[in-house]
């Protein structure tokens, strides 16, 4: 990401049970574009809703429907608390 | 094939098509020759295909047009299940195929390309998109590409039922006016509507008044995006070559930065670097400044803005759903582990314990007792020749009867699987597994696929095919021999017994920890060799659960059991002869009258001297190592024969004098890595779609297992001595 962005947190900090709104995706390649795909678009509101029980993967809710994704690749998405 | 209806090769169907309509000048009498006859003896000149996001009741919509007439295959070249069918409307043989489940046309998937390239080279009459209402937004997104295509589309909207449960009201006419293509609403596991989207679909198909005003004029993207689109298409559409492809499509995956796309136009440098200038005053509208991110945003804003109008929730915001609840117990971080292993473990009990051994008993006491006994009687009464006893009850009874034993435990982890992956567990397991498989380049849906491995090979590997990724599947299908499968436990009763007799447990315990060791090592050096850099990214829809429905449940069980069946009666058939004809002759080709004179032991005296290093130079011992490749349990019953035991219980005294306790340890953990029986190599063969593969796999554990022997043994004579 070229652009500055006043946000510092990325998608992968969130505890469960916070609500962010997607500010950017980092990343490249085939897991930039699913994410994209997956509808994690600037200004969607995302809820981390938890982690599995060894940590990871993280399961969020986004557009109505349940998605899980590692911590690591969550790290790609710079996110704006709300 | 009945009379005058047979179905053309499907590649054929859209340049007959084309060549009639543009026949008036009858430029090819030929092609007008055979649509002509087509149409009159009804053969399939429709094509209808289906596509949708996973989860999305594509397949049970399949099943429902297409009943029985369905045949299950893989698309060339790739372990991708391709699926097709015929239906009959109105006296009319239609195609329809289904295609694999996916939620967006990027070029990263294999699930993705084929869908490209079926839409696009092979151009079904029309496309139905199913589109899954309670979750409108993501699938739309795949929607709207596709309508780029230029194939006549039809959306599904399926799951009404529970759109409607939910108190939402989605209209789908407003959405049909909005999107500028048909919707039907339909209920697929009610068969609801179901009817009205098949004539909606052939109606379609038959007057092919499919006009879409340009896809981006019916979307509404925002200017920037749809000029930059209009801008490309204007560029592509000056090249004439051009002219016949969906360049609606090709001028959107060209804004996206789509390697393949830009691949198969084959643009010259100019043309290419005024794409490239376009892009680049696009991506300087948007402070996101990057073109695959602001399109895939302007579609899903685009859909918002549609889905906003079409569609009224009613749902309370935040409220929980069934499935939220379900999650609430049984994702919970407490409760989530012991849940799975439950689960686990009574897939595994039924599928090996006493159910499944009931009926495998049962198949082989029918086979071996009953059939068995019937040809023998036949062949007494014949007064038949010696060798025939041994070929057909032997060889062909005892090896296909071997074999299908195997079906009742198939059966039974197959629905298990099914009823796990239809009702949206699979996920979940995957969800809760995948942190522990994660570090050995393997994901969550790997586990069950191994830990199956622990009852037998066969089967797992066929489950394996429960991982969409082919990188994911190839790696955990070449893991999975090393699980110790149950027909290896006879080997390890009999060394253990004989060799260990106080610490027995212990030692066949280190087996499993050895085989579990071994696969954790070899996903760890796959995955930085073989697999570099190949790594798929883990982001995966947890979807709602749901009833699974028995009709695509007992669809699924059939077809697996129909193709180990296939299986069975073919290639195993053939190698058990052939395995048989060279246990039973000589290099001279005549049968001879102790197993120790075959081909099979010539073999076995050749190879022998290779496991000398590894304690086990006896011919003996590599005969049994060549037999344990029909079964591993032959592997006892050879050395009985080889050694000239009488029983095991005599086998075992004679042990000690050809073995030491460190040979008779690295026997074993040769047995227990190295290739997996005929069976399972068929298995996996089929699942990897791939002779190469197959044989790497055989190789690699072969190699793993000679290496680990020997340093089992050289280094253990270090300690002994």
């Known amino acids: 990401m070229s652009r500055a962005t006043e946000s510092t947190a990325t998608l992968g900090d969130l505890r469960p049970g916070q609500s962010c709104i997607i500010v950017a995706i980092g990343g490249q390649g085939a897991l930039k574009r699913r994410l994209v795909d997956m509808g994690l678009t600037p200004g969607c509101r995302v809820f981390l809703r938890k982690t599995a029980p060894l940590g990871d993967p993280l399961e969020i809710n986004l557009r109505g429907y349940e998605l899980s994704l590692r911590r690591a690749d969550a790290k790609n998405i710079l996110v704006e608390k709300v | ?721």
Request: net charge neutral; aromatic share 10%.
């Open chain 2, 1 to 721: 094939m009945a009379h005058g209806n047979f179905a053309l090769p499907c590649a054929i169907v859209p340049r007959l098509r084309r060549e009639r309509d543009q026949s008036q000048d009858n430029r090819s009498a030929f092609w007008l020759f055979i649509s002509e006859h087509c149409e009159r003896n009804g053969c399939v000149l429709m094509k209808i295909a289906l596509t949708g996001n996973p989860n999305s009741g594509k397949t049970t919509l399949f099943n429902l047009y297409t009943g029985s007439n369905q045949y299950v295959g893989n698309w060339a070249g790739v372990t991708v299940e391709k699926k097709e069918g015929t239906l009959s409307y109105g006296g009319e043989s239609i195609t329809l195929v289904d295609l694999p489940g996916i939620y967006s046309l990027s070029p990263y998937s294999m699930e993705e390309i084929i869908t490209r390239s079926v839409l696009i080279d092979e151009r079904p009459d029309v496309l139905i998109d199913i589109i899954d209402g309670s979750n409108i937004e993501r699938n739309l997104y795949l929607a709207v590409q596709l309508m780029e295509l230029s194939v006549p589309l039809v959306l599904a909207v399926n799951m009404m039922d529970e759109v409607e449960a939910k108190g939402d009201r989605l209209d789908c006419d407003k959405l049909s006016k909005l999107l500028g293509v048909a919707v039907i609403p339909i209920t697929a596991r009610k068969a609801k509507n179901t009817q009205l989207l098949l004539d909606t679909a052939v109606e379609l198909a038959r007057t092919r008044d499919y006009n879409p005003r340009s896809p981006v004029g019916s979307v509404r993207y925002d200017n920037n995006t749809a000029q930059a689109i209009r801008d490309i298409y204007a560029l592509l559409w000056e090249e004439s070559r051009l002219r016949e492809l969906p360049l609606w499509f090709y001028a959107s995956k060209l804004l996206e930065g789509d390697p393949k796309a830009a691949e198969t136009l084959k643009l010259d440098k100019k043309t290419l670097d005024q794409v490239e200038r376009l892009v680049q005053a696009y991506e300087a509208t948007s402070p996101y400044g990057d073109r695959e991110t602001m399109l895939a945003d302007a579609r899903y804003k685009a859909i918002t803005a549609i889905t906003d109008k079409a569609m009224v929730k009613q749902g309370a915001e935040g409220s929980l759903s069934l499935s939220d609840k379900i999650d609430l117990v049984v994702t919970n971080r407490v409760l989530a582990l012991p849940i799975f292993l439950l689960i686990m473990f009574i897939i595994f009990a039924s599928t090996f314990g006493p159910v499944g051994s009931f009926f495998s008993d049962g198949i082989e006491y029918l086979l071996g007792e009953v059939l068995g006994g019937q040809v023998t009687a036949l062949l007494d009464a014949a007064q038949a020749p010696g060798w025939t006893y041994g070929l057909l009850i032997d060889a062909i009874i005892g090896g296909v009867g071997g074999v299908l034993t195997f079906l009742p435990q198939i059966m039974i982890l197959f629905t298990c699987l099914s009823l796990l992956e239809d009702s949206g567990y699979m996920a979940r397991a995957a969800f809760i597994m995948d942190r522990l498989l994660h570090k050995i380049g393997l994901t969550g849906k790997s586990f069950i696929p191994m830990l199956m491995g622990f009852g037998c090979t066969t089967p797992a590997v066929m489950a394996a095919r429960t991982m969409e990724n082919d990188r994911d599947r190839k790696l955990t299908i070449m893991i999975i021999p090393f699980m110790s499968c149950g027909a290896k436990l006879p080997i390890y009763a009999l060394f253990a017994g004989t060799f260990f007799a106080a610490h027995q447990g212990i030692v066949v315990f280190s087996m499993y920890i050895i085989g579990m060791l071994v696969a954790i090592l070899s996903g760890l050096l796959l995955k930085n060799t073989l697999f570099r850099g190949k790594v798929a990214p883990f982001v995966m829809e947890l979807p709602p659960y749901r009833l699974p429905s028995p009709t695509v449940l007992g669809r699924h069980v059939w077809e697996k059991c129909k193709g180990f069946l296939i299986k069975a009666g073919t290639i195993i058939f053939s190698m058990s002869v052939v395995i048989w004809l060279l246990q039973n002759f000589n290099w001279s080709l005549h049968l001879v009258e102790d197993n120790t004179q075959s081909i099979f032991a010539s073999i076995g005296r050749a190879i022998a001297p290779l496991f000398a290093p590894l304690g086990f130079g006896s011919w003996q011992a590599a005969v049994s190592v060549l037999a344990g490749l029909v079964a591993k349990e032959t592997v006892v019953s050879s050395m009985i024969v080889l050694y000239g035991a009488g029983s095991q219980a005599e086998l075992a005294t004679m042990l000690p004098g050809v073995f030491s306790s460190l040979s008779a340890f690295s026997f074993m953990a040769f047995c227990l890595l190295y290739m997996p029986c005929l069976s399972a190599f068929v298995s996996i063969k089929r699942e990897m779609n791939s002779l190469k593969w197959a044989l790497g796999t055989a190789l690699f554990g072969t190699g793993v297992a000679y290496v680990v022997s020997m340093l089992i043994y050289q280094i253990g004579k270090f300690f002994v001595a």
